[in-house]
């Protein structure tokens, strides 16, 4: 007789097989950064005015304005605790960031299993943002990118629609992850899956596009907004 509780447990423990080679592979690619906790590079001269916060606002101010206030207290806070600080974050961050990246593929039928696997491998170990990984002033950049993908994922799994409370929580994660302007264009492609996903095939493109409009007029009102704001 079939143990049908026992296929159960075996079928919910595999489904975390994927996340524990993915961390694996991940660990064994930047692992070192959590050993290198005195390593300064090309733009860390920041983190020796760590202590200083009106030079860390200055400096910052100039770059993203108002938030300015938010990223020198970053860099205050964490520069007190140490390099080690950073790196534990910048590891932790990045690999959040790509396990949301990773759920956020399992809502998209399409995309095939190892697909996502593979696709998840590549973004987590690709070294064209090894900089970013190492730099301790690049941390708000990796903070702001896992920001995003939490918000994008946070949609996908329907929170948004569990309260204004949780609405409004999640506007708000897009709209510091903006700080880093670029991903203002991922946003683009969060608003197209969104109106895939919403898609009713029984009615026609353009009665689609408008319940869209009319349902999401927030997420689609930030993006300008957002952009008036960090400009």
């Known amino acids: ?18 996340y524990f080679f993915i961390f694996i592979i991940y660990l064994i690619t930047y692992g070192f950064l959590l050993l290198n906790i005195r390593g300064l590079y090309w733009d860390d001269n920041v983190y020796s005015a760590g202590h200083e916060y009106n030079i860390l606002f200055n400096h910052y101010r100039d770059i993203v304005g108002l938030s300015g206030y938010y990223v ?17 974050l910048s590891f932790f961050l990045f690999f959040g960031s790509g396990i949301l990246l990773y759920k956020i593929m399992e ?10 696997f593979l696709l998840t491998l590549l973004y987590l170990t690709t070294p064209l943002g090894f900089a970013a990984k ?10 702001h990118l896992f920001l995003f993908f939490l918000g994008y994922y946070m949609v996908i799994k329907d929170a948004h629609k569990k309260g204004h409370l949780m609405r409004i929580l999640i506007l708000f994660i897009f709209f510091v992850s903006f700080i880093t302007r670029s991903l203002m264009c991922l946003y683009l492609l969060f608003l197209i899956h969104l109106f895939y996903i919403s898609f009713d095939k029984n009615r026609s493109f353009w009665e689609n596009i408008r319940l869209f409009m009319i349902k999401n007029f927030d997420f689609i009102l930030l993006l300008p907004l957002s952009w008036i704001y960090h400009i």
């Open 1 to 18: 007789m079939i143990n049908t509780q026992s296929l159960s447990t075996h079928a919910s423990n595999s489904k975390y097989i994927p």
């Open 72 to 88: 020198a207290g970053l860099h205050f806070l964490l520069s007190k605790a140490g390099i080690w600080s950073y790196r534990f």
């Open 107 to 116: 809502t998209i039928a399409i995309i095939r299993p190892v697909d996502k």
């Open 134 to 143: 190492l730099s301790t002033t690049c941390l708000p950049y990796l903070l």
